[in-house]
């Protein structure tokens, strides 16, 4: 007996906005059908795949599956059957863009379906609708594997029979914005944010570079407003933890507390969770790796600014061990590294580097330096 489901997406609240620059971190996802190879974009952001609905609607049509899909242009709306039953309804927003640069805005989407109501966070990019590849997935009752090898995913769902049944695999390919063959570093910034931030981010956004930024309890809940601009400008957001307590002194509890509360101020604030966690001090074991889930990463290269207190010192020492694949470690709390960043990106730009976050140097170099788990 199949299930009848049921959902409609009827209401959207917007609440941020923001402009990003053309080469957003968009990956494009690629699908075999039968003989037909079928390309789309899609785009991680801090660690969840975002799919266009009507990528997703597409894909379930031209599957083997007894997926069909149609378009109902009065309403806006893509609507998914299967079994020749209704299973999801979304609509696509209209939204009007800028002519260089891709707009996106965030939206929360509330589903109604027979049983169950659920609450989205979906993404407008360029007029079409993003959603999360989990979230329609738990919608539409279907079930996801990972291959981090080939960086597939096989989308698949119970037949009648019982049998568990492929849809199509889909291959994500390298982000837009990562060019593999020129060489890269990752600039962290650990311990804030602080008055200090934007002037980082200020440099970041003239020479069109990104950063990490580890930030902790207190200071994450002082400064939403600087957290959603990391976010919007396609910096990442890292867990330093709430207390920047030495986590090998901690029972199991405390150290999911002090992680899973940072989770929940970044989230609440940007929509988006932390998808790696650096220990305070870059103190661990593995009792403390054991206790959290995320990835975790130190550093290798530590260009000791909160001891110094000197821009010149700071940037000799990120400039005198400049190499592929560096993760440096800074701190976003003092002026005089604000006052370094502003020589070192154009410079680091300069010599051919590119700025990546942390996770696009994980996606281009698989394992990376500093890494942890
Ligand atoms: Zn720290």
Redesign the pocket.
């Known amino acids: 007996m199949i299930k009848k489901i049921f959902a409609v997406i009827f209401f959207c609240l917007l609440f941020t906005s923001a402009v990003w620059a053309d080469t957003v971190e968009r990956y494009q996802g690629k699908s075999q059908l039968d003989d037909n190879t079928v390309y789309f974009d899609l785009f991680n952001f801090q660690g969840t795949n975002y799919f266009s609905l009507r990528d997703i609607a597409a894909l379930l049509n031209n599957s083997e599956c007894s997926f069909s899909m149609e378009y109902d242009n009065e309403n806006n709306a893509v609507i998914i059957n299967r079994n020749e039953e209704y299973v999801s309804t979304g609509r696509e927003f209209n939204k009007s863009t800028g002519k260089k640069k891709t707009k996106r805005e965030s939206c929360i989407l509330n589903v109604k379906s027979e049983n169950t109501d659920f609450t989205l966070k979906t993404y407008n990019i360029n007029n079409r609708n993003y959603i999360a590849l989990r979230d329609i997935c738990r919608i539409l009752e279907l079930n996801t594997k990972w291959d981090a090898n080939t960086k597939t995913i096989t989308l698949w769902y119970y037949d009648d029979m019982g049998e568990e049944t492929d849809i199509c695999n889909i291959t994500v390919l390298p982000p837009v914005i990562v060019d593999k063959s020129k060489p890269m570093v990752a600039l962290t910034f650990?311990?804030g944010p602080s008055v200090n931030t934007g002037r980082i981010l200020d440099t970041l956004e003239k020479y069109n570079g990104v950063a990490t930024f580890?930030v902790?309890g207190d200071n994450a809940s002082k400064y939403g407003d600087t957290l959603r601009r990391i976010v919007d400008e396609e910096s990442q957001i890292g867990n330093?933890t709430y207390g920047?307590l030495r986590l090998t002194a901690l029972s199991a509890d405390n150290i999911k507390y002090q992680v899973n509360r940072v989770q929940e101020i970044v989230a609440s604030a940007t929509g988006v969770y932390p998808t790696v966690v650096?220990p305070?001090?870059g103190s661990y074991n593995d009792f403390v790796k054991a206790n959290i889930d995320l990835r975790m990463l130190n550093w290798n290269v530590d260009t000791l600014d909160w001891k110094t207190r000197n821009a010149q010192s700071t940037y000799d020492e990120v400039m005198n061990t400049l190499s592929d694949g560096n993760v440096i470690l800074m701190?976003d709390l003092y002026s005089e590294t604000a006052d370094a960043v502003d020589k070192i990106v154009p410079e680091i730009i300069n010599r051919g580097y590119q700025l990546v976050t942390v996770d696009q140097l994980i996606y281009a170099k698989g394992t990376i330096k500093g890494q942890i788990k």
């Open positions: 650990d311990d580890f902790t330093h920047h650096r305070p001090y701190h």
